[in-house]
């Protein structure tokens, strides 16, 4: 994690936390003072990790943990009073927000930026592997828009438009979706 996002109504709190996560080598940290200045920063930046430690003036801060969730991979860590924590934790798990109840421990924070670590790794892995089947599935789009006018214009088979489109990537070098945008540039006017 490279940048975090502390949102604390309570100066005192936010630079103990600031504090605790220099600790553990987080280094560019940002401290807010409530969730509307943090919405607008999390529209123009992006954070690897946002604390947001409740309550916060302008929002309970369940609804601005879910807004900071639904923007991307950013994981967010909701520090709730404890006679609040099952209610609080109840609504925003399924968003994957990781709830910690008040007063916190060094240790209890450590192990949280540890599972929000390792969660955002893994969407992020998720998130490259997606993009890599999304250019794969319009690979075969385009491929198989070729085949249909190779099929329409030169009268031939599914199975030679196919070999055929394999030929020329291979003579030439080239991926079958160049050979198939190319044949989309000849044929489509």
């Known amino acids: 994690m490279d940048s975090v996002l502390i949102v604390s109504h309570s100066e005192k709190n936010a630079e103990s936390l600031a504090g605790i996560l220099a600790e553990s ?5 940002t401290t807010i ?9 999390l529209i123009e930046n992006d954070f690897d ?8 003036p302008d929002d309970s801060g369940e609804s601005l943990a879910e807004c900071v969730v639904s923007g991307g991979t950013c994981q967010v860590i909701l520090l709730v009073k404890s006679e609040h924590f099952d209610e609080v ?19 209890l924070l450590w192990n ?4 929000a670590q390792v969660t955002q790794r893994r ?6 592997e997606n993009m890599k089947l999304e250019q794969k599935i319009n690979d075969i789009r385009i491929v198989n ?16 438009a196919h070999r055929y489109i394999e030929k020329q990537a291979m003579d ?11 044949l989309l540039r000849t044929y489509e006017y």
Not at 33 to 41: D, H, K, M, T, V
Not at 89 to 107: M, Q, R
């Open 172 to 182: 030439m070098r080239i991926t079958r979706r160049e050979v198939a945008e190319e």
């Open 123 to 128: 969407v992020k892995a998720m998130q490259k």
């Open 49 to 56: 990790l946002c604390l947001i430690n409740t309550p916060l």
């Open 112 to 115: 949280a930026l540890k599972i």
């Open 25 to 29: 080598s987080l280094t560019n940290i």
């Open 89 to 107: 934790s109840h609504k925003v798990e399924d968003y994957g927000v990781i709830t910690i109840a008040k007063p916190i421990n060094k240790a």
């Open 33 to 41: 003072s409530n969730a509307g200045e943090a919405r607008r920063l």
């Open 145 to 160: 828009r070729a085949k249909c006018i190779l099929i329409s214009n030169l009268s031939l088979s599914e199975a030679e």
